[in-house]
């Protein structure tokens, strides 16, 4: 069974400086996509981005970037320039491409911006 | 606005009782899956339909029961409430296999009391 795993429970990151949130997987197929959610206080999921793995070029979003290592079953969001608007619950999460279309949610981290 | 429409936002009940869950999905989307989130669990996928028809179940329970109507939107039956049922459900709606994400609505906070 795919998990996901997020070791990071909160993060906390100064307003407009960088912070990276981690996000290991184990599967044993070849072909899924990867997701990050967040769940801002108004407990709204929104996709930030998504990747899918056999493309090996990184994905990006304006201030959001992954860095995804699908050898180390790795994918790591970057949030560049922290806003105050970005605190959330962040979610990682896993969807093989064949086979059962459910989505595999991590644990989630919590991201405070410090003024 | 999502585009993905769940009602009511928010519902108390009390144990045993039986509460009805509303998901209109997005304009256009033909899946709809239902999650639970809770604090001790996280998110968990219940149920996927897709047109109309069951396409996967996840840990739902047996007092669970969900279909999807013609016009695509999609009910989730919960009965027999127990305090653990407490908790945060979402509906989410893609337009085909979901490889380009889902959708989710804002989800019906349920307390059982």
């Known amino acids: 069974a795919q998990t996901v795993t997020q070791s990071q429970p909160e993060m906390s990151v100064q307003e407009a400086e960088t912070v990276t949130l981690s996000c290991t997987y184990d599967?044993?197929?070849?072909?899924?996509?990867l997701f990050w959610y967040k769940q801002p206080p108004s407990r709204q999921m929104i996709l930030v981005i998504r990747q899918e793995a056999y493309k090996q070029q990184n994905a990006t979003e304006n201030r959001f970037s992954v860095n995804f290592q699908k050898a180390a079953k790795s994918f790591s969001l970057k949030i560049s320039d922290s806003q105050l608007g970005d605190a959330a619950m962040y979610f990682c999460?896993?969807?093989?491409?064949?086979?059962?279309?459910?989505?595999?949610f991590g644990t989630g981290t919590r991201l405070t911006i410090i003024p | 606005d999502s585009g993905v429409t769940q009602t009511p936002k928010h519902l108390i009940t009390a144990t045993g009782q039986r509460v009805t869950l509303r998901c209109s999905p997005r304009?256009?989307?033909?899946?709809v899956y239902w999650y639970q989130q809770s604090l001790d669990q996280g998110l968990q996928f219940l149920i996927q339909?897709?047109?109309?028809?069951?396409?996967a179940k996840g840990n739902i329970l047996e007092r669970f029961s969900a279909q999807q109507f013609p016009d695509l939107h999609s009910e989730l039956n919960l009965s027999s409430l127990e305090l653990g049922d407490s908790a945060l459900y979402f509906c989410a709606s893609s337009v085909g296999r979901g490889g380009y994400g889902y959708t989710f609505g804002s989800g019906t906070r349920l307390t059982v009391v």
């Open positions: 304009s256009g989307d033909l899946s």
């Open positions: 599967t044993s197929e070849s072909d899924y996509y």
């Open positions: 999460a896993y969807r093989a491409n064949f086979g059962n279309e459910k989505l595999t």
């Open positions: 339909y897709y047109n109309g028809e069951e396409r």
